[in-house]
Nanobody, 115 residues
Framework: QVQLVESGGGLVQPGGSLRLACAAS???????MGWGRQAPGKQRELVAQ???????YYADSVKGRFTVSRDNANNMVYLQMNSLKPEDTAVYYC??????????WGQGTQVTVSS
């Protein structure tokens, strides 16, 4: 079992930036780490992921605006979000994934983009 704790969410104006952080309770070295989000009435979607070897995935909706990074030494994962839009409003969840057997989500942090 891996516990994931997100932080850094909040209210930001359109065009603003936020940096989310995720602290894992154990080593993340062997895992792909990512961020998903769920808006009201919608399914959760994976928006960014960084693989064990550093490979990157971004959903089309966030490409060029969001950057995912990892700090294996401290079991941390980050999501830098720039040029935020109202449609980015959602609960953001940290994800740990290692094969199909080990797939964990945190409890989430709310991000609200509004003027």
């Amino acid at each position: 079992q891996v516990q994931l704790v997100e932080s850094g969410g909040g209210l930001v104006q359109p065009g603003g930036s936020l940096r989310l952080a995720c602290a894992a309770s154990r080593s993340i070295n062997i895992a792909a780490m990512g961020w998903g989000r769920q808006a009201p009435g919608k399914q959760r979607e994976l928006v960014a992921q960084i693989g064990q070897g550093g490979g990157l995935y971004y959903a089309d909706s966030v490409k060029g605006r969001f950057t995912v990074s990892r700090d294996n030494a401290n079991n941390m994962v980050y999501l830098q979000m720039n040029s935020l839009k109202p449609e980015d409003t959602a609960v953001y969840y940290c994800n740990y994934k290692h094969t199909v057997l080990y797939d964990y989500w945190g409890q989430g942090t709310q991000v609200t983009v509004s003027s």
